[in-house]
């Protein structure tokens, strides 16, 4: 065999499978199925190395499986719900040289750039890339069952679906506040930022708007602590600040022209009619809401025209900021004289509202005081003591006297009481914001909208929640630490919206197509129609036939087959095997997907399909894999910095790839792409490579190591398909491409040489292989006379080939050769000669005494002492290791009881000495012997004493 060549074996391979039926799945009742699948994409560009992560961890298990004798479907599709297709098509359009740059640096000829300046011309180009790109990684995916959600065979799906779930009670319309894009309308602010080009981590805050005197106006600051009110001694207004006066309803509201904006998609009848100017506001006072006390107005350059209103309320009796800028301001004597504030100021100290046990009455001032803050400038200070003094406030502050109704009220329960009392009044109002910059995938700015009649799914129905619940503690969840959240993730989870007016991707509300379902509300459900996809690929099945009672018929076995045929057209047979298909394929044995579907994608996966298919149907397990990074933080393609994959792949070979995912880091961490740790796995590639070629190339007879590397094979297949089943993949692949190339690398050391015994191990082995980097084992696998090892059943385990006392004098050698070189290195002498100390006679006697009757324990001491003629103390001394030995590791023990290590060393003393190229010496502890350093009275079982000259 030649030197490994990835690029021209996986090319190979790639059209040999390409011609094949191999990854196509077909109903067999003999054979127990497993159904797995990954997140499929949404449609914002090409994929890049993160995605490859999951998608190749799919394979690896889908692969496995198959290996193992499963029946394996592995679908795959597209998602171009949302806004992001439209987006892509328009910058096409309008020639954005950022995008065509992009394109072409992906390899996207003029040709096929002039085809993406519409939807459906982005759908078709991507949806193919996608799958070519799957196919050149060498993923086993069965494209017949392929779909993408514009198609309208999915959108008579997915309006099914919408029926079941307004038929079980779980659809409603209620207003709603939601992130709006002004160009496309309400967009999903997640983790997935499947609408989104930034801010997928904004969260939406609730503040209380309220309202102060001011003249005929009012000065409306935004709170997020409505209960503090009470403590309210002055409002902050940035002086160089242009205010907008809102008329709203009636009445006119200053506050910034950014917040005006905002406050006009959640209100109506809000008109900016004037300006003024924030120094214009300085000095004068303005009457506090709930309180009724005036307050003056006074400077600060703290504030953000973009956060709430732009003007703050101060209480600083609990607001770090508030305390330090009220200090700073008191004094700032050159400021109070600009502003004539001097007297004004003078009487505003901090007012006692609320009461914690750690923080007193006068928080804000204490706090300051231990983290020792003097300035504002000290942010991260000030951000950290907030967050603390308002943790404690609010889950043990008690509100004081001066909160008039609300005095003794846990100020948990006083907020929303309070909020609402104001509102009632006409004191304050609702206002809405995002915790952070969002921005639409179209480059437009999200903001907080009011959509009046919003359609939601109800995950908040008790019933459905328990289910759930219930569900997710049976299910196979990866990692454990997700499997112990779901069950909580799942009880707090409250309605969602599903459905959008505008612009969009998808399908339309079936009970009201003004509205398209939105891009998680589609994606719930799916795995089930990939089963069915394949029937409409096929020309089976048209989308006109797709009807609720077909639907009913597939997934919940409703309906007489003769009626369903009858009102669908489809013929009687086609609808029992699709019914058959998914008995058989249902339920889902994997979803497996990213860590940004972990609080929204997963949940609302499952909860849909407790709520509507039967629970024999509902899936089995869920799988997350966390990020693929560059320096900076997560992959995005949609807003490029990732390598192009056809680049990478030369660069590397897709199976080394494939092995950087395996082996790098756990699925369950964030791992930072390396290139020079991918160039050392395929190098890693190339030394499997030559140890297979050279297993085939040895063609000797029978050697005493033979039985050694044959237990060992053995126990490390049964080790790595025990971690596989685990979902370890990363312990697999260290068993396969680290443990075993390292055993067969010491049987050649041991003079091994059995071409039939290797033959059989290397094929064994390269079958091993195959889940991983299956083109090169398939390449390695003919060379062995196999077609498509990747076809093939995995080896059995032989477990009477397994031999813990085989094993073990071979590790016992290889402990003795490390702790030599050890002692080499540390020692820094030639080592002209070794001198080897095995144990003495009487303390195997007294491992063997405690292995019989270890209950009891130091009564063994004086029979020992008798029987021995060793020294009560020494005996007295290693009694005690052995027994606590016996505590943690008695087959340690039970092991080197059996060892003959004289005989062991003595056998191989040749060995030892061409090893090194030094005089070997072996002795038993036990017999007069050359130890002029004294080791021989330190040698334990299994564990010889050394000394080296």
Not at 93 to 121: C, F, H
Not at 530 to 535: D, E, G, L, R, S
């Amino acid at each position: 065999m030649n030197e490994y060549d990835p690029e021209s074996i996986e090319k190979k391979w790639q059209y040999r499978w390409e011609g094949s039926e191999l990854h196509r799945a077909k109903i067999d009742e003999n054979k127990e199925s497993f159904y797995i699948i990954f997140a499929y994409p949404g449609i914002s560009g090409y994929l890049h190395l993160g995605h490859m992560r999951c998608y190749t961890y799919t394979d690896f298990m889908a692969r496995y499986k198959r290996m193992r004798g499963y029946n394996v479907l592995f679908p795959a599709g597209a998602h171009p719900t949302g806004n992001q297709v439209i987006s892509l098509a328009k910058r096409v359009r309008e020639n954005d040289p950022r995008i065509i740059a992009y394109l072409k640096a992906n390899g996207a000829t003029d040709d096929d750039i002039s085809q993406l300046d519409n939807p459906e011309g982005v759908i078709e180009y991507f949806t193919q890339t996608y799958m070519n790109e799957w196919k050149n990684f060498g993923l086993s995916i069965d494209f017949d069952h392929f779909t993408d959600t514009s198609r309208e065979d999915y959108s008579r799906f997915i309006q099914w679906q919408f029926k079941k779930l307004k038929d079980k009670g779980l659809l409603t319309q209620k207003p709603y506040y939601a992130p709006v894009c002004k160009n496309c309308g309400p967009v999903a602010v997640d983790p997935s930022e499947t609408d989104l080009s930034k801010g997928g981590n904004a969260e939406v805050q609730e503040y209380t708007l309220l309202k102060f005197r001011f003249g005929q106006r009012y000065i409306t600051a935004a709170t997020l602590r409505p209960e503090t009110v009470y403590g309210q001694t002055n409002l902050w207004v940035d002086p160089q600040e242009d205010f907008a006066v809102v008329d709203v309803s009636g009445e006119e509201w200053i506050m910034s022209d950014a917040a005006a904006k905002k406050l006009g998609c959640q209100m109506e009848e809000v008109e900016v009619v004037d300006h003024i100017k924030g120094k214009e506001m300085i000095g004068d006072k303005a009457t506090a809401p709930m309180i009724h006390r005036d307050i003056p107005v006074l400077p600060a350059n703290f504030t953000d025209p973009y956060v709430g209103s732009g003007i703050v309320t101060s209480v600083p009796s609990d607001a770090p900021y508030d305390r330090i800028a009220l200090k700073e301001l008191k004094s700032d004597g050159e400021r109070l004289k600009k502003y004539g504030l001097e007297e004004l100021v003078e009487d505003v100290e901090p007012i006692e509202i609320i009461e914690s046990k750690d923080w007193g009455t006068n928080p804000a001032e204490k706090i300051i005081h231990e983290m020792g803050i003097e300035s504002q400038d000290e942010v991260e200070k000030l951000e950290e003591a907030t967050q603390k003094i308002y943790r404690a406030g609010f889950h043990a502050g008690t509100m004081l006297n001066i909160c008039g109704d609300y005095a003794g009220m846990p100020v948990q329960e006083a907020k929303d009481m309070v909020r609402k009392e104001m509102i009632e009044k006409g004191e304050a109002d609702m206002f809405y914001d995002l915790s952070e910059e969002v921005i639409c995938r179209c480059g437009g700015e999200v903001v907080m909208g009011k959509i009046p009649d919003q359609w939601f799914i109800r995950y908040s129905d008790e019933e459905l929640t328990e289910k759930s619940k219930e569900h997710a503690r049976t299910m196979n969840i990866r990692p454990d630490t997700y499997a112990n959240t779901l069950p909580d993730t799942l009880e707090w989870f409250q309605d969602r919206s599903c459905a959008r007016l505008g612009n969009w991707i998808g399908t339309r509300f079936p009970m009201d197509d003004r509205w398209i379902i939105e891009a998680i509300a589609d994606s719930t459900l799916y795995p089930a129609y990939y089963v069915v996809a394949k029937y409409f690929n096929s020309g089976k099945l048209n989308a006109s036939e797709m009807t609720e009672a077909f639907f009913d018929f597939v997934y919940l076995g409703k309906g007489e087959v003769d009626d369903v045929s009858s009102s669908t057209g489809i013929d009687r047979r086609t609808l029992q095997e699709i019914r058959r298909d998914f008995m058989y394929w249902y339920p889902l044995d994997i979803n497996l997907g990213g860590k940004e579907h972990m609080t929204v994608h997963f949940p609302v996966f499952l909860m849909n399909h407790v709520a509507i298919l039967d629970r024999e149907n509902w899936p089995r397990g869920i799988m997350v894999n966390w990020y693929l990074t560059m320096t900076g933080g997560k992959i995005s393609k949609s807003k490029g910095g990732a390598d192009p994959i056809p680049d990478v792949a030369e660069r590397f070979g897709i199976d080394t790839l494939r092995l950087y995912y395996a082996h790098s880091a756990s699925p369950f961490v964030d791992k930072e792409w390396n290139e020079n740790e991918a160039m050392n796995y395929k190098k890693r590639l190339g030394v499997v490579w030559r140890t297979v070629t050279k297993m085939k190339d040895t063609g000797g007879g029978g050697s005493p190591v033979d039985e050694y590397l044959r237990s060992r094979f053995n126990r490390l297949l049964a080790r790595s398909q025990n971690f596989m089943d685990d979902y370890s993949i990363r312990k697999a692949a260290n068993v396969v491409f680290y443990d075993v190339p390292a055993e067969i690398d010491w049987y050649f050391k041991r003079g091994g040489e059995n071409g039939a015994l290797l033959d059989e191990i290397g094929e064994n082995w390269v079958k091993l292989m195959a889940p991983f980097t299956p083109h090169m084992a398939d390449e390695l696998g003919e060379q062995f006379g196999t077609e498509y090892v990747t076809a093939r059943l995995l080896p059995r385990v032989d477990e009477y080939a397994i031999s813990e006392i085989v094993e073990s004098r071979e590790e016992y050698l290889k402990g003795v050769m490390n702790d030599v070189k050890n002692i080499l290195d540390i020692a820094k002498v030639k080592g002209e000669a070794i001198f080897i100390y095995v144990t003495s006679e009487w303390k195997r006697t007294v491992i063997e005494r405690v292995l019989a009757e270890p209950d009891k324990g130091m009564g063994l001491m004086s029979a020992l002492v008798d029987e021995l003629g060793v020294t009560p103390k020494k005996i007295s001394g290693f009694l005690r290791y052995v027994l606590d030995e016996l505590k943690t590791n008695r087959e340690g023990l039970e092991k080197a009881r059996e060892l003959n290590e004289l005989k062991i060393l003595e056998g191989d003393k040749k060995f030892l000495e061409g090893e090194f190229g030094a005089k070997v010496e072996i002795y038993s502890a036990s017999e007069d012997a050359y130890d002029p350093a004294g080791k021989k009275d330190k040698a334990m079982p299994g564990k010889p004493a050394i000394y080296i000259e």
